[in-house]
């Protein structure tokens, strides 16, 4: 139960600080994306290479074509949210790209022949609805930035159904520090290329800044999964929503409309029904494994 509540309380910590992330991003404003990304994963090379030696990983890893794969899908999901965070609400963006999890649903059915129940099928149609409210479809410019932070959403997915093959071969420190190591050199061409600007002292200091909450979002979440199950956890990563939603009222004084509040109160109902099913799934498994091991 102890591990459980520490879980429960770095998952949140974790929420909290992508949230700070994606504050961050958007306080950059046209900052070129290319140098946000820089700094974001910069730091992240010395936290996943101080965790490899701690844990004893390989820095080389063994499965270096998903390694690359899930680094190139992960690097392009996180150029589109950033784009996104920059040229629409904050909540609005966040609310989107929280779509992933159901995109890994989708994925993993596809290619990793993971079974969908008919509660997380309910879940996807759910969490589809909440993200038509949120994009509003019509033929304005401001759909653009939302079917790219939807577009940030299925990236992610892929890249989080790769980490899933993953685990089979390499650990998750070795997976992070591929995928820093990866982001920070691939976005080196294009700040040479004119994608940079010399920071201002504020922006300086918002560059490290962001560096630092993704650092933390990534070791609160990593400690997270040491003290509870993911299927435990995966609820309380909505909280993002609602601390994106604080910040984007008391920083940038965004309102959401009601449409983005139906949408939101949608998604996180989708993925509570998805979390549901998982422990529903997760039970029925160790009933199952009991009675094997009693006959």
């Given amino acids: 139960m102890e591990n459980r509540k520490k879980g429960i309380t770095f998952i949140l910590l974790s929420s909290l600080f992508f949230a700070l992330m994606a504050a961050t991003v958007k306080f950059l404003g046209d900052m070129p994306t290319a140098e946000k990304i820089f700094f974001r994963n ?90 038509i409210l949120v994009i509003r479809p019509g033929f304005d410019s401001n759909i653009f930035p939302a079917l790219i932070a939807l577009t940030s959403s299925i990236l992610a997915g892929v890249s989080y159904t790769v980490v899933r093959q993953l685990r089979k071969t390499d650990s998750a420190p070795t997976v992070v520090f591929y ?77 959401p409309d009601i449409f983005s509040i139906f949408g939101a109160l949608l998604i996180i ?3 509570y029904l998805n979390y549901r099913a998982k422990e529903k799934e997760n039970a029925e498994k160790l009933r199952l494994k009991k009675q094997k091991n009693k006959s």
């Fill in 42 to 131: 910069l730091i992240g090379i010395f936290i996943a290479l101080t965790l490899v030696k701690k844990t004893g990983s390989s820095l080389v890893g063994n499965n270096k074509k998903l390694l690359v794969l899930r680094s190139l899908f992960g690097l392009l999901g996180i150029a589109a949210y950033f784009y996104a965070l920059a040229n629409m609400k904050l909540s609005d963006a966040v609310i989107l790209n929280k779509m992933s999890p159901f995109f890994v649903m989708i994925f993993a059915s596809i290619f990793l022949k993971e079974n969908i129940t008919k509660k997380q099928i309910m879940a996807l149609i759910t969490a589809a609805f909440g993200a």
């Fill in 179 to 255: 995928f820093s190591l990866f982001s920070t050199l691939a976005m080196i061409p294009f700040m040479l290329k004119g994608s940079f600007v010399i920071p201002s002292i504020s922006q300086a200091i918002a560059l490290l800044s962001l560096g630092l909450f993704a650092a933390a979002a990534q070791l609160f979440m990593t400690n997270a999964y040491r003290h509870a199950e993911a299927g435990e956890l995966s609820i309380y990563t909505y909280a993002n929503i609602v601390f994106s939603t604080i910040f984007g009222l008391v920083i940038f004084q965004e309102i």
């Fill in 269 to 271: 109902s989708a993925g």
